[in-house]
């Protein structure tokens, strides 16, 4: 006998989740790229929801880890630009005598 999976009205929380989405990015692009996250990540882990549960408060809380997760992605990306900056400004030009001898 197969056991089906809970319906999800994924449809009915679109409105919650963008003005969360919206609260957490403060820009209306950024928080419609963020909602689409979130609910690829909610379909990929429908199994992990619990029958019965709140599905409102599992999309919010997808759509605050996956905030989340952007704004560390943002900040070690930042971090690794500025380090590399800082590599660049402190190397030396390589002396180019080679190509004036040729």
Known sequence: MK????RFDI????GSLRR????LTR??????DLVHDALVRAYERR???RAGGNLR?????IVHNAFIDRLRSRRSEAAR???AGQLADSSTQAPQEH???L
Do not use: K, N
């Not at 449809?11 to 679109?14: A, C, D, I, K, T």
């Not at 969360?20 to 609260?23: I, K, L, N, P, T």
């Not at 820009?27 to 419609?32: F, I, K, R, Y």
């Open 99 to 101: 190509s004036v001898r």
């Open 81 to 83: 630009l500025e380090q």
């Open 3 to 6: 056991r089906s999976m809970p």
């Open 57 to 61: 408060a599992w999309l919010l809380s």
């Open 20 to 23: 969360y989405a919206q609260s």
């Open 27 to 32: 820009d209306s692009t950024e928080a419609e």
């Open 47 to 49: 199994g992990t929801f």
């Open 11 to 14: 449809v009915g929380q679109l």
